[in-house]
C-alpha cells in the first residue's frame, strides 16, 4: 500500500496509477479512492498519471480524532501533491470531494494545478441560509448525522438508491454498485463520516471558487438527488470565472459511475484541450 504522513501524523493512503501529466482525484462522502476507479483506468490507459486518495478517516487512511473538515482536508491534498512533487496537474472532486479542490486551490495557490473539475460538487454551499435560499434546510442534514448514528451500515444501504438514482422509474442501476457504495461506506471511521457531514454541508466556498484561477470544467446531472444542481453548479458555473458548465440530462448524483463512458469523454476532452 502507498501512503504518505500528514504533518500531524495521519496516514494517507493513495493509488498512483500510469504515467504522464497528474491527475488527482478527491472522492465524495463517505466514500474513497475506488470510487474513481473507472476514470483512473481509463484515463491512465490514456497517457496520464492518475492519483486518489482516501481522505483522512476514510477508506485504508488513519483514522484521527481531529481534522474532520475542509481546511485540513486540502492541506492533506497539498501534503499528498508535495509529497509525489505533482507538476500541472488537473485536479477533479466529485461531491464532498469538489469542496475539498475548491479550498486547496484557495488556500495553496494553485501553484502545481494546471485545471480544475468539479462533478456533482457541494459548491458553493449546500446549507440553506438567509443568503442561501436555495440550499437545502439543516434538518435534513440533521437526518442524515441520526441515520449514520442509529445504524449507519442500514442508512447507507438506503442512501445508496437515490445517490444513483437507483429509485427512478426504469432505473438500471446494478445490486453490485450499490453494494459497492455500501462497501466503500462502511470502510470510513464513524467519527470521520460524522465529522464529514458539516464539513459538506455547512462550509462556504464561494471566495474558494472565486479566487480559482486555472481552467475549470463543471459536471453535473440535473437529476442529482443529493446535492441538486440549481443550489450548486449553477451558481459555481457563475463564481469560477471563465468556467465551463456541462449538464447531464437525467444523470444523478452518482454519475461518475452511471454514466461513466461519458464522464471519461469529457475529462479527456478537456484535459487535452
Not at 33 to 47: I, K, N, V, Y
Not at 106 to 115: L, M
Not at 120 to 145: C, H, Q, Y
Request: aromatic share 8%; net charge neutral.
Amino acid at each position: 500500500m502507498a501512503c504518505m504522513t500528514t504533518r500531524d501524523g495521519v496516514r494517507i493512503y493513495y493509488k498512483d496509477w500510469g504515467a504522464g501529466q497528474p491527475v488527482v482525484f478527491s472522492h465524495g462522502w463517505p466514500l474513497n479512492a475506488d470510487a474513481w476507479d473507472d476514470q483512473m483506468l481509463f484515463l491512465a490507459e490514456h497517457g496520464f498519471r492518475c492519483i486518489a486518495h482516501d481522505r483522512r478517516g476514510h477508506g485504508r487512511s488513519g483514522q484521527p480524532w481531529n481534522g474532520n473538515e475542509m481546511d485540513t482536508y486540502a492541506d492533506d491534498l497539498a501534503a499528498l501533491a508535495a509529497h509525489l512533487d505533482l507538476r500541472k496537474a488537473v485536479h477533479v472532486g466529485h461531491s464532498t470531494g469538489g469542496g475539498e479542490v475548491a479550498r486547496y486551490l484557495r488556500r495553496h495557490g494553485g501553484e502545481r494545478a494546471a485545471k480544475a473539475v468539479l462533478i456533482g460538487s457541494v459548491t458553493p454551499l449546500m446549507l440553506r441560509t438567509p443568503a442561501n435560499p436555495a440550499g437545502t434546510p439543516k434538518e435534513a442534514f440533521d437526518k442524515i448525522r441520526a441515520g449514520v448514528l442509529a445504524d449507519r451500515s442500514q442508512f447507507y444501504r438506503e442512501l445508496a438508491g437515490p445517490f444513483y438514482g437507483a429509485n427512478r422509474p426504469g432505473a438500471k442501476v446494478s445490486q453490485g454498485l450499490l453494494e459497492s457504495f455500501w462497501l466503500q461506506g462502511m470502510q470510513a471511521g464513524l467519527r470521520a463520516a460524522f465529522e464529514c457531514i458539516k464539513a459538506f454541508s455547512e462550509t462556504d466556498f464561494t471566495e474558494d471558487l472565486k479566487c480559482i484561477g486555472v481552467p475549470t470544467l463543471i459536471l453535473h446531472g440535473d437529476d442529482d438527488q443529493i446535492v441538486p444542481i440549481a443550489a450548486s453548479a449553477m451558481l459555481s458555473s457563475r463564481l469560477v470565472r471563465g468556467a465551463t458548465l456541462k449538464v447531464y440530462p437525467g444523470a444523478p448524483h452518482g454519475m461518475t459511475a452511471t454514466n461513466k463512458d461519458q464522464v471519461n469523454q469529457d475529462l479527456l476532452a478537456f484535459i487535452k484541450a
